[in-house]
């Protein structure tokens, strides 16, 4: 029984597609920590890929991806203003530059 590795896509998206795969970047104390390491998280749509993920920061901010980690969060039930009600779902991508590399966030 063998496994085989599938050969990575290459996606082509135009510049609007673009900046609609890239929602924002997520700014919290543990992604400042890992932007030591070179890596970006950013908040994706839900029916995002990998591949359209990474097609998108190497057009958007003129970097090279080694790796692309996405993490689906689902909502929670909370009260809002006495009432219950429910967060949405949300999709979190950490995306690894190569070494030397870094999007400064802050500077925009």
Known sequence: MSIRAR???KVTLSRAAA??????????????????????TFAVPLSATK????????MLFDVNVTAVNTILLK???KMFKGRPG????????????????????MGV
């Open 75 to 77: 909502g929670k039930s």
């Open 86 to 105: 429910r967060r949405s779902d949300m999709k979190k991508a950490m995306v690894t530059l190569a070494e030397g590399q870094n999007i400064d966030l």
């Open 51 to 58: 591949p359209e993920i990474k097609a998108a920061v190497e």
């Open 19 to 40: 900046y609609d795969t890239i929602l924002r970047p997520i700014i919290t104390e543990k992604a400042t920590q890992a932007s030591e390491n070179g890596q970006v």
């Open 7 to 9: 050969k990575p896509e």
